[in-house]
């Protein structure tokens, strides 16, 4: 099993940045690939990013050039970059681990995913 917790939501201005953290712990064979989903109300939960353990990387074109995903191997922490941040960015964040690796045509679908975390509230006021 693989559990993850996340933190480092909170409430920024339009043009600011913040840095979402998921710790997770477990077998490796239980991540291979993780990711960030939102959630705004009223909407579906939509796919933000999501990275291979120590391989490609995929982006939601909303965020693309604006977030970076990237995962500590030493302590097993998945991080989300997130700059020049919108209102439309207004969401709560989930991270997600899957057991098996992501492929362009499919990281984006939150069935694809095995382990969640509960999830951080990020707000961004215009």
């Known amino acids: 099993q693989l559990q993850m917790a996340e933190s480092g939501g909170g409430a920024v201005q339009a043009g600011g940045s913040l840095r979402l953290s998921c710790a997770t712990s477990g077998s490796a064979r239980f991540r291979r690939c993780l990711a960030w989903f939102r959630q705004a109300a009223g909407k579906q939960r939509e796919g933000v990013a999501a990275a291979n353990t120590g391989g490609s990387s995929f982006y939601a074109g909303s965020v693309e050039g604006r977030f970076r995903i990237t995962h500590d191997n030493s302590d097993n922490t998945l991080y989300l970059q997130m700059n020049n941040l919108e209102p439309e960015d207004t969401a709560i964040y989930y991270c997600?681990?899957?057991?098996?690796?992501?492929?362009?045509?499919?990281?984006?679908?939150?069935?694809?995913?095995?382990?969640w975390g509960q999830g951080t509230q990020v707000t961004v006021s215009s």
């Open positions: 997600a681990a899957s057991r098996n690796y992501c492929y362009s045509s499919s990281w984006a679908d939150d069935s694809e995913y095995h382990y």
